[in-house]
């Protein structure tokens, strides 16, 4: 079972949109997909037409394996299921920081769908705590959207800061540039320098500014499910790709 994690610790840079997009571009191609919805807000169980399990608590979620599958609820799509979120997973912090081995706490939840699923894709809140610090232990691949803008160059410095401190495998992050909008000079300049800093890290992939990711919230479904011709749409079909063929060469 391969684990993706879709993470910002700066907010408003497409996690969600792309959270729900790959696990949609993974189970088109076949794979059975659990998209687990970690932020509080539960924006990708609302983009999927999935309502909040009240039952699932911040406890159950990590204590209750019967509890924990039973959240689990199927979306519109084959091969797509989502495990969504709640308001009490605000305390997730809470909770772990009182754990003991709470840093691997998630990646043992999440053996109790090992084996139902090809594909686990965790839609995360943007900050950096525990939860997160347990995301990035139990993820194969940490995707980070980073719009091309001096804030989202300085919280990439600082995620990248965080993984060399704390010794995790640096290799895991998979950034692309999101929100692009190719006739500001600024976006171009920061794309071509972030580029040179961070070579092996970015991938070729630009996701456009654009108002067919917005219609999410309209739609409550995947841009290739309505604009699959448009920009946006084959942008999240060349980042899967990009992310599927870079997972075959590790």
């Not at 807000?41 to 608590?57: E, I, M, N």
């Not at 495990?83 to 305390?91: S, Y």
């Not at 920081?97 to 943007?126: E, F, I, Q, T, W």
């Not at 640096?170 to 540039?177: I, N, Q, T, W």
């Amino acid at each position: 079972m391969k684990v993706i994690a879709c993470y910002s610790n700066k907010g408003g840079v497409g996690k969600t949109a792309t959270s729900v997009n790959l696990a949609y571009a993974y189970a088109r191609s076949g794979a059975r997909v659990l998209l687990c919805d970690l932020d509080p807000q539960g924006a990708s169980s609302f983009y999927l037409r999935v309502k909040p399990s009240k039952k699932l608590t911040e406890t159950r979620f990590f204590e209750d394996v019967e509890r924990f599958t039973k959240a689990i609820r199927a979306s519109d799509f084959e091969n797509l299921d989502i495990l969504p979120a709640n308001m009490t997973f605000r305390d997730f912090d809470v909770f772990l920081s009182r754990m003991r081995n709470s840093r691997s706490r998630l990646k043992k939840a999440l053996r109790a769908v090992d084996g139902d699923y090809d594909v686990v894709l965790l839609d995360c809140p943007p900050n950096i705590s525990v939860l997160s610090e347990s995301v990035f232990r139990a993820a194969d691949t940490v995707v980070v959207p980073v719009i091309p803008t001096t804030l989202s160059e300085r919280t990439l410095e600082q995620l990248v800061a965080f993984f060399e401190e704390n010794k995790l495998n640096k290799r895991k992050l998979v950034a692309f540039f999101s929100m692009v909008q190719g006739q500001k000079s600024l976006h171009v300049g920061t794309m071509e320098r972030l580029r040179k800093d961070y070579k092996k890290m970015f991938l070729k992939t630009v996701m456009p500014f654009s108002t067919d990711v917005e219609r999410m919230g309209i739609h409550r479904a995947p841009v290739r499910t309505y604009a699959p011709k448009r920009p946006a749409g084959k942008a999240f079909h060349s980042l899967w790709q990009e992310l599927e063929a870079r997972g075959k060469k590790r």
